[in-house]
T-cell receptor, first 115, second 113 residues
Framework: EAQVTQNPRYLITVTGKKLTVTCSQNMNHEYMSWYRQDPGLGLRQIYYSMNVEVTDKGDVPEGYKVSRKEKRNFPLILESPSPNQTSLYFC??????????????FGPGTRLTVL | GESVGLHLPTLSVQEGDNSIINCAYSNSASDYFIWYKQESGKGPQFIIDIRSNMDKRQGQRVTVLLNKTVKHLSLQIAATQPGDSAVYFCAENGSGNTGKLIFGQGTTLQVKP
């Protein structure tokens, strides 16, 4: 089954404790992206990656890092989480840039709470 | 700035009726639009998309209409079912070449039995 998976689905942590949210897709997509979803603010892009070893900032990149060492994986790293990073996070992937299909397919989400 | 907005935060319809969810976008350079459905506790799920060279596109029970003159997008759901209850988002690709989607705030569709 074609899908985007994220882990963990739920996470409660404390300020300053480094964490990683993993994202993996099995659709051989070149493009991957992270969004956060907050009430009243909708979905906002954090980082994106056009292909392996190519990443760039989205609209709200502060406090986050990403890496793209393999095509299928795109982990989101919070080096020193703060309470304002409490949010619902989504990973997405697509064939954007290849001329095939720009549709982005989303993972199930990771609900993060930073105390 | 760029923004995509939906006209109504909540839409309540009777089961079996048709639903129309509206969206206004502000970036004239956008040439790709998507409707997503998000159920509680799940990620956005692709429903239907449309490119700017089209005015209308139909799927199974859903139709998307694009009016570029007034920068308006709508999603029509025929014979609405309880399973259609969810938050619906429109998204546009904006003017940059980043692959980023710009999302509206969402409309909650409530289907009354």
């Amino acid at each position: 089954e074609a899908q985007v998976t994220q882990n963990p689905r739920y996470l409660i942590t404390v300020t300053g404790k480094k964490l990683t949210v993993t994202c993996s897709q099995n659709m051989n997509h070149e493009y991957m992206s992270w969004y956060r979803q907050d009430p009243g603010l909708g979905l906002r892009q954090i980082y994106y990656s056009m292909n392996v070893e190519v990443t760039d900032k989205g609209d709200v990149p502060e406090g986050y890092k990403v890496s793209r060492k393999e095509k299928r994986n795109f982990p989101l790293i919070l080096e020193s989480p703060s309470p304002n990073q409490t949010s619902l996070y989504f990973c997405a992937s697509s064939s954007y840039g290849t001329g095939r299909d720009d549709t982005q397919y989303f993972g199930p989400g990771t609900r993060l709470t930073v105390l | 700035g760029e923004s995509v907005g939906l006209h109504l935060p909540t839409l309540s319809v009777q089961e079996g009726d048709n639903s129309i969810i509206n969206c206004a976008y502000s970036n004239s350079a956008s040439d790709y639009f998507i409707w997503y459905k998000q159920e509680s506790g799940k990620g956005p799920q692709f429903i239907i998309d449309i490119r700017s060279n089209m005015d209308k596109r139909q799927g199974q029970r859903v139709t998307v209409l694009l009016n570029k003159t007034v920068k308006h997008l709508s999603l029509q759901i025929a014979a609405t079912q309880p399973g259609d209850s969810a938050v619906y988002f429109c998204a546009e690709n904006g003017s940059g070449n980043t692959g980023k989607l710009i999302f509206g705030q969402g409309t909650t569709l409530q289907v009354k039995p």
